[in-house]
């Protein structure tokens, strides 16, 4: 059985930087964070799959960095230059499928309850 516990979100203010954790049991070919805001819809924000290969959504490309620690059993995700409008809450997620395209990991089969985080201007 997969778990996934994320931690690592607060309150910061625009341009400051978090960096997000998601501890992870059992075997997982790839692992995306995702955003979502009430009223919006969930939104893509990484992914990488054990082969290295990693996908971005657009408004995060530049700014944000996907990786992990296979020691640790570890994904991060490094967020710069952070906006107000990347206020969310976070969940860590896996599947089985490659990031490409629109598709983060595919059919995700495990989620992590969620790390708010909170930029303010």
């Known amino acids: 059985q997969v778990q996934l516990v994320e931690s690592g979100g607060g309150s910061v203010q625009a341009g400051g930087s978090l960096r997000l954790s998601c501890v992870n049991s059992?075997?997982?070919?790839?692992m995306a964070w995702f955003r979502q805001t009430p009223g919006k819809e969930r939104e893509g924000v990484a992914a990488l799959d054990t082969s290295g290969r990693t996908l971005y959504g657009d408004s995060v490309k530049g700014r944000f960095t996907i990786s992990k620690d296979n020691a640790k059993n570890t994904l991060y995700l490094q967020m710069n230059s952070l906006k107000p409008e990347d206020t969310a809450m976070y969940y860590c997620?896996?599947?089985?499928?490659?990031?490409?395209?629109?598709?983060?990991?595919?059919?995700?089969?495990?989620w992590g309850q969620g790390t708010q985080v909170t930029v303010s201007s």
């Open positions: 059992g075997y997982i070919y790839c």
């Open positions: 997620a896996a599947g089985s499928g490659i990031p490409y395209g629109n598709s983060f990991c595919g059919s995700l089969g495990y």
